[in-house]
Protein backbone atom coordinates (compact mmCIF):
# COMPACT_ATOMS: atom_id res chain seq x y z
CA UNK A 1 0.00 0.00 0.00
CA UNK A 2 1.44 3.42 -1.28
CA UNK A 3 1.78 6.04 1.69
CA UNK A 4 3.70 9.33 1.99
CA UNK A 5 3.48 11.05 5.41
CA UNK A 6 4.59 14.56 6.05
CA UNK A 7 5.77 15.86 9.41
CA UNK A 8 7.45 19.02 10.18
CA UNK A 9 5.03 21.58 10.40
CA UNK A 10 4.14 24.15 12.90
CA UNK A 11 4.23 27.78 13.77
CA UNK A 12 7.24 30.19 12.62
CA UNK A 13 7.52 33.51 12.82
CA UNK A 14 8.63 35.71 9.44
CA UNK A 15 11.71 35.25 8.15
CA UNK A 16 12.05 31.85 10.03
CA UNK A 17 12.70 28.23 8.49
CA UNK A 18 11.28 25.08 8.63
CA UNK A 19 12.26 21.58 7.21
CA UNK A 20 9.54 19.32 5.89
CA UNK A 21 9.83 15.36 5.80
CA UNK A 22 7.93 13.06 3.93
CA UNK A 23 8.30 9.43 4.92
CA UNK A 24 7.40 7.39 2.11
CA UNK A 25 6.49 3.54 1.96
CA UNK A 26 4.53 0.60 -0.18
CA UNK A 27 7.05 1.85 -3.11
CA UNK A 28 10.48 1.40 -4.26
CA UNK A 29 10.99 5.27 -3.36
CA UNK A 30 14.43 6.12 -5.62
CA UNK A 31 12.11 5.06 -8.70
CA UNK A 32 10.11 8.09 -8.48
CA UNK A 33 10.13 11.66 -8.86
CA UNK A 34 8.37 13.55 -5.72
CA UNK A 35 6.73 17.15 -5.08
CA UNK A 36 5.63 19.37 -3.08
CA UNK A 37 2.43 21.10 -3.76
CA UNK A 38 0.61 23.37 -1.26
CA UNK A 39 -3.07 25.00 -0.54
CA UNK A 40 -3.00 28.36 1.36
CA UNK A 41 -6.47 28.77 2.92
CA UNK A 42 -8.90 29.69 0.46
CA UNK A 43 -7.08 29.04 -2.81
CA UNK A 44 -6.12 25.89 -4.93
CA UNK A 45 -3.32 23.90 -5.05
CA UNK A 46 -0.17 25.54 -6.10
CA UNK A 47 3.25 23.62 -7.04
CA UNK A 48 5.80 24.09 -5.02
CA UNK A 49 8.65 21.86 -6.38
CA UNK A 50 9.90 18.90 -7.52
CA UNK A 51 13.16 16.51 -7.73
CA UNK A 52 13.88 13.37 -9.57
CA UNK A 53 14.65 9.85 -8.90
CA UNK A 54 17.84 10.22 -8.60
CA UNK A 55 17.99 13.46 -6.77
CA UNK A 56 20.19 15.25 -9.06
CA UNK A 57 17.54 17.97 -10.78
CA UNK A 58 15.09 19.85 -9.33
CA UNK A 59 12.68 22.51 -10.16
CA UNK A 60 10.93 25.50 -7.85
CA UNK A 61 7.73 27.82 -8.35
CA UNK A 62 8.88 31.11 -8.68
CA UNK A 63 7.23 32.06 -5.89
CA UNK A 64 9.96 30.08 -3.68
CA UNK A 65 12.99 29.84 -5.96
CA UNK A 66 16.35 30.96 -3.49
CA UNK A 67 14.47 30.11 -0.24
CA UNK A 68 13.17 26.84 -0.85
CA UNK A 69 15.23 23.47 -1.59
CA UNK A 70 14.02 20.38 -2.25
CA UNK A 71 15.86 17.23 -1.22
CA UNK A 72 15.65 13.59 -0.94
CA UNK A 73 17.40 10.56 0.94
CA UNK A 74 16.54 7.40 -1.10
CA UNK A 75 18.35 5.36 1.42
CA UNK A 76 15.65 6.41 3.84
CA UNK A 77 12.80 6.77 1.70
CA UNK A 78 12.24 10.30 2.45
CA UNK A 79 12.20 13.60 1.08
CA UNK A 80 12.56 16.97 2.00
CA UNK A 81 11.61 20.32 1.97
CA UNK A 82 13.89 23.18 3.69
CA UNK A 83 12.20 26.18 3.73
CA UNK A 84 13.46 29.52 4.36
CA UNK A 85 12.92 32.93 4.80
CA UNK A 86 9.36 32.39 5.35
CA UNK A 87 6.83 35.05 5.10
CA UNK A 88 2.86 34.83 5.76
CA UNK A 89 1.96 34.14 2.07
CA UNK A 90 3.81 30.91 2.81
CA UNK A 91 0.88 29.77 5.02
CA UNK A 92 -0.51 26.56 4.04
CA UNK A 93 -0.80 22.92 4.20
CA UNK A 94 1.99 21.17 2.33
CA UNK A 95 1.59 18.12 0.60
CA UNK A 96 3.62 15.62 -0.40
CA UNK A 97 3.12 13.76 -4.07
CA UNK A 98 4.80 10.53 -5.70
CA UNK A 99 5.29 10.92 -9.09
CA UNK A 100 4.80 8.44 -12.11
CA UNK A 101 7.59 8.25 -13.71
CA UNK A 102 11.42 8.47 -12.73
CA UNK A 103 11.83 12.35 -14.04
CA UNK A 104 9.08 14.38 -13.99
CA UNK A 105 5.42 14.57 -15.17
CA UNK A 106 1.65 13.94 -12.75
CA UNK A 107 1.31 12.50 -9.48
CA UNK A 108 -0.63 9.93 -8.25
CA UNK A 109 -0.58 9.56 -4.39
CA UNK A 110 -0.50 12.34 -2.04
CA UNK A 111 -0.30 12.72 1.60
CA UNK A 112 -2.94 14.38 4.44
CA UNK A 113 -0.55 17.37 4.64
CA UNK A 114 0.80 19.22 7.10
CA UNK A 115 0.04 22.52 8.17
CA UNK A 116 2.76 25.59 8.06
CA UNK A 117 1.21 29.16 9.41
CA UNK A 118 3.67 31.96 9.59
CA UNK A 119 2.55 34.53 11.72
CA UNK A 120 4.03 37.01 14.25
Known amino acids: QVQVVESGGGLVQPGGSLRLSCAAS????????MSWVRQAPGKGLEWVSNINSRGDSTNYADSVKGRFTISRDNAKNTLYLQMNSLTPEDTAVYYC?????????????WGQGTQVTVSS
Open 97 to 109: AKGIYSDYGPSDY
Open 26 to 33: GFTFSNYC
